[in-house]
């Protein structure tokens, strides 16, 4: 993946999961990674094995609901790496309940942590990422299950982001700014944690996916991202890539 070498990406909540597996295999192809956590040890321990490995990587501790922490830390990156070409709007804070039980304020974080931290990111970074930028945005199969009991909130703040993820698709195209958005299903902590714990839902869980098993973080969503991000797929804009070994919860 050529194409990707030397390009500067911004990855938000890379301190464990998804977002450490897109940064450590964006990394592995020459991508100088801005790694943006909540808390800054998480994403300093990734940064730290990017640059074991011969990578570039610098951690910044950011607050995505927070509009002054999301600019401080585009200011740095700026500084420190002189643009943005990638830009992976990953933190998300989750919801969960139901809409009895799911509180004021989980909502409220979800939206500020998912949707509206998203916008912004969009929007501060636009002017970098023009002329040759691309972001991808996450997004959850949670909305497509029939059996959406306790996830609805959740599932709401998630399409959000790809309402606008295909808006910005359209406004950006004369911009050359691809955006696209991916649903993983991936053994992040809380997924390794569940399938632990109990096991018999998980036995049962796996039988829904076709491969028969959940995608690891960096070989099947952080490498499926790279290759979205090259210019052997500059065609490919205001689109959702279903990573989730062929379950999609249409059931």
């Known amino acids: 993946m050529k194409s990707l070498e030397g390009k500067v990406a911004i990855v938000t909540g890379s301190g464990q999961g998804v977002g450490e597996g897109i940064a450590m295999a964006l990394s592995s192809y020459g991508v100088k990674v801005a790694l943006l956590g909540r808390t800054f040890k998480k994403v300093e321990a990734v940064a730290s094995n990017i ?22 830390a585009i200011a740095l990156v700026i500084k420190e790496y002189k643009g943005i070409q990638i830009l992976i709007n990953n933190a998300q804070e989750v919801p969960l309940g139901t809409i009895l039980d799911v509180t004021d304020e989980a909502a409220t974080n979800g939206w500020e942590s ?3 931290a998203t916008l912004r990111f969009m929007r501060s970074c636009y002017p970098y990422l023009k002329g040759n ?3 991808i945005n996450l997004a959850s199969s949670s909305a497509l299950r029939p059996d959406s009991a306790g996830y609805g909130v959740y599932a709401a703040v998630k399409e959000a982001i790809r309402s606008m993820t295909r808006t910005a698709a359209v406004e950006w ?19 390794e944690w569940w399938m632990k714990e109990r096991p018999e839902e998980a036995s ?4 829904t996916v076709p491969l028969g098993r ?6 099947d969503i952080g490498e499926a991202v790279c290759k979205l991000l090259t210019d052997d797929m500059n065609y490919i804009t205001g689109s ?10 249409l059931r």
Do not use: Y
């Open 214 to 219: 959940v995608g690891d973080c960096k070989e």
């Open 133 to 135: 930028g691309s972001i």
């Open 114 to 116: 998912g949707p509206l």
């Open 204 to 207: 049962e869980f796996l039988k």
């Open 173 to 191: 195209g004369p911009d050359n700014i691809r955006v696209n958005a991916v649903m993983p299903l991936a053994m992040s902590a809380g997924m």
């Open 240 to 249: 959702t890539l279903m990573l989730d070994g062929g379950q999609a919860f």
């Open 51 to 72: 640059l074991k490995s011969g990578g570039i990587a610098m951690p910044i501790e950011c607050d995505v609901k927070n509009l002054a922490s999301i600019e401080d």
